[in-house]
């Protein structure tokens, strides 16, 4: 194996054990033994467990970002809302391990991103399209902010949730969730679809 495919093979290794076990629970031998090489080999190409874990958790990252971002072509603020819930169902149905290692806890003092970061990212991004719409309907834009952190953390909750449960439908948890972000309690249809 060239030194790439071998970094590769650590990295695939390295995300399939954390998925499973979590990163405490992970060990250097545990990396090395599956991979079938030594234990400085891994050393050698991530200076320790927390290399490898942080090159795989930028990697999850990234992948879920772009999974969203790719998804939101525009459009009303309902429908964005669905495209984004959709797209992190996507992203959890067919990356579920990684979706795994990036809802758990990260190492102290890890130089790599965590998910709260990540949907703290992703709530500053919705704040300003919150902000455009409040100005619409003459709101406060101001409290956009904070509109923003209950949306972005009512669909990741909803998120981890589905993780496990796989149930109902993604497209019917989406629906739901739309539900309850646009229409509020107050309002809930018996009956909801997933705005087109």
């Keep these: 194996m060239t030194a790439a495919q071998r970094r590769e093979q650590l990295i695939s290794v390295g995300r399939t054990i954390f998925a499973e076990r979590g990163f405490q629970a992970t060990t250097m031998e545990d990396i090395a033994a599956r991979a079938g090489v030594s234990k400085p080999v891994v050393y050698e190409h991530f200076g320790g467990k927390e290399g490898l874990y942080d090159v795989v958790v930028d990697r999850e990252m990234n992948a879920l970002l772009d999974?969203?971002?790719?998804?939101?072509?525009?459009?009303?603020p309902r429908q964005m809302l669905a495209q984004a819930g959709m797209a992190l169902l996507n992203h959890i149905e067919s990356q579920a391990d990684g979706f795994r290692i990036l809802v758990r806890d990260s190492p102290p003092g890890s130089a790599s991103g965590n998910y709260a970061g990540l949907i703290g990212d992703v709530a500053n991004q919705a704040e300003y399209i919150l902000a455009a719409e409040f100005r619409k309907r003459g709101l406060d834009p101001?409290?956009?902010?904070?509109?923003?952190?209950?949306?972005?953390?009512?669909?990741s909750l909803t998120g981890q949730w589905w993780l496990d449960v796989r149930t109902?439908?993604?497209?019917?948890?989406?629906?739901h969730l739309v539900n309850l972000a646009w229409n509020g309690l107050s309002n809930l249809e018996s009956d909801p679809e997933t705005p087109a």
């Design 67 to 76: 999974s969203i971002s790719q998804t939101l072509t525009g459009g009303h």
């Design 142 to 155: 101001t409290l956009a902010p904070m509109y923003s952190q209950m949306l972005v953390g009512m669909v």
């Design 168 to 175: 109902p439908d993604k497209s019917e948890v989406v629906a």
